[in-house]
């Protein structure tokens, strides 16, 4: 071989550094492989999880959809096995107790489970009834606020202590999730935009009077504050579904919204249909540092 004089082997050393840098930046960074969540993710949750008359169902008793967030973010992590135990009208009790036929839905976490999705809460502080009892006051008074009224009497905040309290249980079914699967990642899910975001209200779409969409928007953000903040505290993460659905809320048209007003078309009325799971997906996606959730 023969001898390289000490000015070509600086070049030939330069050159060889520069060629390791161009290798190293095109390669993908750890965080955002897809291969980062391998083996067992567990999806607990209501039915803002299970995507109840969501085509196609696979769990009558659950309402539970082929087509929802857990199984579609599960599909986008190859070597992801996917045991979604998510049930309609699910609350924190649910977790560790019996729903029908569906066994507590702690009883599907291992201690091997490495991802674990949780979206609970809004049956532990009655969502649908608000609504509900929104809907029919709305109809006696289309310009006022006597749904917030109705909450608020003589100054108590009825609300607010559901929320408390709601605070409290996830808590110790956070604490339960650690305990049964010590080395999962665990993730609360938030809930999507239900009421238009600029406290806005459809009446011919649904009757709630113009003073209570508002605060109907404000209760479900302190609802996903609350869940934020107690996953925090258990050294969760939080994905956040609000923000990017803002402007797909059931005022919009088909086509435009991802959740469906109190009738339903494409999915059970009040719950996000399936272009509203896609988003949740991608969300989620996005949280777990999954490439395609960038595209």
């Given at each position: 071989?023969p001898a390289?004089?000490p000015?070509?082997?600086?070049?030939l050393?330069?050159?060889?550094?520069?060629?390791a840098?161009?290798t190293?930046?095109?390669?993908?960074p750890?965080?955002?492989?897809?291969?980062a969540?391998?083996g067992?993710?567990?999806?607990?949750?209501?039915?803002?999880?299970?995507g109840?008359?969501?085509?196609?169902?696979?769990?009558?008793?659950c309402?539970?959809?082929?087509r929802?967030?857990p199984?579609?973010?599960?599909?986008?992590l190859?070597?992801?096995?996917?045991?979604?135990?998510?049930?309609?009208?699910?609350t924190?009790?649910?977790?560790?107790?019996t729903?029908?036929?569906?066994?507590?839905?702690l009883?599907?976490?291992?201690?091997?489970?490495?991802?674990?999705?949780?979206?609970?809460?809004?049956?532990?502080?009655?969502?649908?009834?608000?609504?509900?009892?929104?809907?029919?006051?709305?109809?006696?008074?289309?310009?006022?606020?006597?749904c917030?009224?109705?909450?608020?009497l003589?100054?108590?905040?009825e609300i607010?202590?559901?929320?408390?309290?709601?605070?409290?249980?996830?808590?110790?079914?956070?604490?339960?999730?650690k305990?049964?699967?010590?080395?999962?990642?665990?993730?609360?899910?938030?809930?999507?935009?239900?009421?238009?975001?600029?406290?806005?209200?459809?009446?011919?779409?649904?009757?709630?009077?113009?003073g209570?969409?508002?605060w109907?928007?404000?209760?479900?953000?302190?609802?996903?504050?609350?869940?934020?903040?107690?996953?925090?505290a258990?050294?969760?993460?939080y994905?956040?579904?609000?923000?990017?659905?803002?402007?797909?809320?059931?005022?919009?048209?088909?086509?435009?919204?991802?959740?469906?007003?109190?009738?339903?078309?494409?999915?059970?009325g009040?719950?996000p249909?399936?272009?509203?799971?896609?988003?949740?997906?991608?969300?989620?996606?996005?949280?777990?540092?999954h490439?395609?959730?960038?595209?």
């Amino acid at each position: 071989m023969p001898a390289v004089s000490p000015r070509h082997r600086k070049t030939l050393l330069a050159l060889a550094a520069g060629a390791a840098l161009a290798t190293a930046a095109v390669q993908p960074p750890a965080a955002a492989s897809a291969s980062a969540v391998v083996g067992q993710y567990v999806a607990l949750g209501d039915s803002y999880t299970a995507g109840p008359e969501i085509p196609n169902q696979t769990d009558a008793n659950c309402g539970r959809s082929d087509r929802n967030y857990p199984t579609l973010t599960a599909a986008a992590l190859p070597g992801t096995a996917l045991t979604d135990v998510s049930c309609a009208g699910a609350t924190t009790a649910h977790m560790t107790a019996t729903q029908g036929t569906a066994a507590p839905q702690l009883d599907a976490l291992r201690p091997d489970t490495a991802l674990v999705t949780l979206g609970i809460g809004g049956n532990d502080i009655n969502v649908s009834g608000v609504i509900a009892r929104c809907v029919i006051l709305g109809k006696l008074n289309p310009f006022g606020s006597p749904c917030k009224t109705s909450y608020t009497l003589a100054g108590t905040d009825e609300i607010g202590r559901r929320i408390t309290d709601t605070g409290h249980k996830l808590d110790t079914v956070l604490q339960e999730i650690k305990r049964r699967s010590p080395a999962a990642r665990v993730l609360v899910v938030g809930y999507p935009v239900i009421m238009p975001d600029d406290g806005g209200n459809c009446y011919s779409t649904v009757p709630i009077s113009r003073g209570d969409a508002p605060w109907l928007r404000d209760v479900e953000k302190r609802l996903n504050a609350m869940l934020a903040t107690r996953a925090a505290a258990h050294g969760a993460g939080y994905v956040d579904t609000y923000t990017g659905s803002i402007g797909h809320d059931l005022c919009k048209p088909v086509g435009t919204r991802w959740m469906e007003p109190m009738e339903g078309v494409d999915s059970a009325g009040l719950h996000p249909n399936a272009a509203g799971h896609q988003a949740m997906s991608a969300a989620l996606l996005a949280a777990v540092g999954h490439p395609a959730a960038a595209a």
